[in-house]
């Protein structure tokens, strides 16, 4: 499950480029982590398939670099066209997992999450798909090392032979005091939000207790339109799915009503898992100095203690602090007492309501051609730093309000314009006046970047007219 916002993460994570899709805690990101964590399967007695994913129509592109990044293909990409949360992506997944008349053990995970011990993590896996394979709906639930109030419980009754647990309750976020009890009583753990079940099962669980997003989810599957390996479900009809999680859904249902027959059990795991939920618990998983100080990038900590610093483009230096976050990328800084972290999100909301892009943008904008990082802007103008992909080209398009500049850094353009195609090389360039109908591509296996110089009486990115586009997109 991979379409989550990750507002808790800003500056880092924006909208649409969220934190599963970026590396918090090691060479891999999140998503990738995920993926990678599922191959340990590989090396035992089940078959596993290829990852079935369900994300956002945006991020499509992302998902496929990322994914082609450790050498894997998916077997399906499911594009919600809205967010409507847990249940209906888990739903979507069920639903294409069962289109070939074959009924699947599902391993369920966010694409958002971290473990450090992988080996623990398949042991555990391996516990909850054989207890699976016999109908229940399995949970992984993880042992709390800490009072913590930012998680549901799951409360827990004896393990059976196989190793799993019964689950007598599911148990809302706790204060302080109840986490306290929690940790001291035993037998309750951490909601992880993994969960293991046939395919089938699940379809018929979601039916029982929600039979309004069942019908729906399925309604927008069968209208879905395929392209390749993305699979868009209608949107009218995705739109009109009620928005759920899976736990209020079917999971805290089960044990309410046992006489339904869907049985919930927990396999415990204990492998040094994180949610990663802001950016206090980033500070956790990171390595730390004699003063508890952890930091990324070009920073200088000096007399501070229990600090995080996360440097992304320049050299960020901090004297005297005491339990304070610092994240700093090229278009925002983030100064927050540590243990209101979670609080971060009232700042996104706050950017999305005076409408500014820092909420969902980042300075440097992904494509699927490649990317352009907006270097320099004001009254009539703007410069672009632009990085094509090798055989990569983007749209034939013209706009009506700017003309542009294009000087080719490294790489070799291929640049169109009007009835005109031209070669361009390091340290040549050329003039899109405007109106023109133009395309710049890269024929090369390098790079290529330019530098695009824009000027004119409007700069905004709605000003394209696309006439033909490798990627789907329109106007």
């Known amino acids: 499950m991979a379409g989550g916002s990750g507002t808790r993460l800003w500056p880092l994570s924006r909208a649409l480029y969220p934190k599963q899709f970026l590396a918090l805690n090691g060479p891999q990101t999140l998503f990738q982590q995920a993926h990678l964590r599922l191959k340990g399967l590989d090396a035992t007695d089940i078959a596993v398939a290829a990852p079935c994913i369900v994300g956002n129509e945006e991020h499509r592109f992302l998902v496929l670099d990322q994914l082609r990044e450790v050498k894997a293909d998916p077997s399906s990409l499911l594009l919600e066209p809205v967010g409507r949360n847990t249940a209906p992506a888990v739903a979507l997944a069920a639903l294409q997992a069962t289109a070939g008349g074959q009924d699947p053990i599902l391993v369920v995970t966010p694409a958002d999450q971290t473990v450090v011990d992988v080996d623990a993590y398949t042991a555990a896996l391996q516990t909850a798909i054989r207890a699976a394979a016999g109908g229940d709906i399995v949970i992984l639930g993880i042992t709390p090392d800490r009072p913590e ?17 019964t689950v007598q309750a599911f148990v809302e976020k706790p204060d302080r005091k109840t986490a306290e009890d929690y940790l001291a009583k035993g037998g309750y753990y951490w909601n992880s939000g993994m969960f ?5 099962r699940w379809l018929a669980a ?7 997003i069942a019908q729906a989810t399925e309604a927008a599957f069968k209208a879905s339109a395929t392209d390749n390996v993305f699979v868009r479900p209608d949107k009218a009809a995705f739109s009109a799915v009620p928005s759920e999680s899976v736990d209020y859904a079917v999971m805290e249902q089960c044990p309410r009503q046992p006489q339904a027959g869907f049985k919930v059990r927990m396999v415990p795991l204990d492998a040094g898992w994180s949610d990663l939920g802001a950016w206090d618990a980033v500070w ?10 952890a930091s990324e990038g070009d920073a200088l900590i000096h007399d501070s203690r229990n600090t995080l610093v996360h440097a992304t483009s320049r050299l960020v230096a901090t004297v005297g602090l005491d339990n304070v976050v610092v994240v700093e990328t090229p278009d925002a800084v983030l100064v927050a007492d540590r243990s209101r972290s979670q609080e971060v999100k009232s700042i996104v909301t706050a950017l999305s309501q005076k409408d500014r892009p820092e909420g969902s943008l980042h300075r440097r904008v992904h494509r699927p051609w490649g990317w352009y990082d907006s270097i320099d802007h004001g009254p009539r103008f703007q410069v672009k730093r632009i990085m094509v992909k090798p055989k990569a080209k983007l749209s034939l398009q013209m706009h009506h309000h700017r003309a542009e500049h294009w000087i080719v850094v490294s790489g070799t353009a291929e640049v169109t314009c009007g009835d005109k195609v031209i070669m361009l090389g390091e340290n040549q360039s050329t003039y899109i006046p405007l109106g023109s109908t133009h395309r710049l591509a890269n024929p090369g296996t390098i790079p290529l970047e330019i530098i695009e110089v824009q000027s004119g ?15 789907g997109r329109s106007s």
């Open 206 to 212: 979601l039916s029982h207790f929600r039979p309004d």
């Open 196 to 200: 293991v079940m046939r395919a089938s």
């Open 457 to 471: 009486s409007y700069l905004g990115e709605d000003d394209i007219v696309r006439f033909e586009d490798n990627y």
């Open 149 to 165: 109030t930012g998680f549901g419980y799951i409360h827990a009754g004896d393990a059976a032979a196989d190793g799993a647990h």
């Open 284 to 293: 956790q998983v990171s390595p730390q100095d004699g003063a508890g100080n």
